[in-house]
């Protein structure tokens, strides 16, 4: 019996740590558009975005001391891994799929396509590192119709640029917590493991 429990806790314990070592993208939709999505991975830390339509909106006033990116580097590494784990197609969220690649439009601040001032499914994506004067400097991606067409590691334009236009995207960036090496993870659980097996030995 005392067996048994044991494996049964071995068994739950396998399956939370998978649950940790695999935790997948939390999505923040409202209205049909993609306001915010957690989760994200990024050189051991975990992340959360959040978009809108500009740098002034999105840091008050875009204040530099709000950046969580400080270079051209770590900006285009941010867009890297939004596009790779978040900006996929075949999302399924409560019985409803949404293509966030091939239809942009679905993502806040990006409504550039059904309805919008040019029938197409276009967007820019875009991640402040730095700020001169009244002047931001951003990485910026733009994808259309699935396919990421340019590339733009530094561009600078003014502090509000963004405000009333409808296909651009502006990203806050928020660290939510350390990524647990799976190493560390898993010499966590042995240690449950192994208290849990002398405490069944003692009373046996």
Same mark, same amino acid.
Not at 5 to 19: D, E, N, R, T
Not at 40 to 50: D, P, R
Not at 155 to 163: I, V
Not at 169 to 183: D, M, Y
């Given at each position: !019996? ?55 909106? !999105? ?12 270079? /051209? ?11 790779? /784990?978040?900006?996929? #197609? ?18 806040? $601040? ?15 994506? =875009?991640?402040?590192?730095? %700020?001169?004067? /009244? $002047?931001?400097?951003?990485? =910026?991606?733009?994808? &259309?119709?699935?396919?990421?067409? $340019?590339?733009?590691?530094? =561009? ?6 963004? #405000?009333?236009?409808?296909? !651009?995207?502006?990203?806050? =960036?928020? %660290?939510? &917590? ?24 003692? &009373?046996?």
């Amino acid at each position: !019996m005392k067996n048994k429990f044991l494996k049964g806790f071995v068994a739950s314990l396998a399956l939370a740590v998978s649950g940790i070592a695999n935790a997948g993208i939390i999505y923040n939709i409202e209205n049909g558009n993609l306001l915010s999505a957690n989760g994200i991975e990024l050189n051991g830390l975990e992340y959360n975005v959040f978009f809108g339509h500009s740098c002034s909106s !999105m840091y008050e006033g875009c204040d530099e001391s709000l950046f969580t990116f400080n270079s /051209q580097n770590e900006a285009t590494a941010a867009l890297d891994a939004l596009f790779a /784990q978040v900006l996929v #197609d075949n999302v399924v969220l409560d019985s409803i799929e949404y293509d966030f690649l091939s239809k942009p439009i679905d993502i806040f $601040s990006c409504n550039w396509g059904e309805g919008g001032s040019v029938n197409r499914n276009f967007c820019e994506l =875009w991640v402040p590192y730095e %700020v001169n004067g /009244q $002047s931001v400097t951003s990485a =910026w991606y733009s994808h &259309q119709d699935g396919v990421r067409v $340019s590339t733009y590691p530094s =561009w600078t334009g003014a502090l509000d640029y963004g #405000d009333n236009r409808d296909y !651009m995207a502006f990203t806050r =960036w928020e %660290v939510a &917590q350390e990524v647990p090496e799976p190493s560390t993870v898993a010499i966590f659980a042995l240690g449950l493991i192994g208290l849990a097996s002398r405490k069944f030995k003692k &009373q046996s």
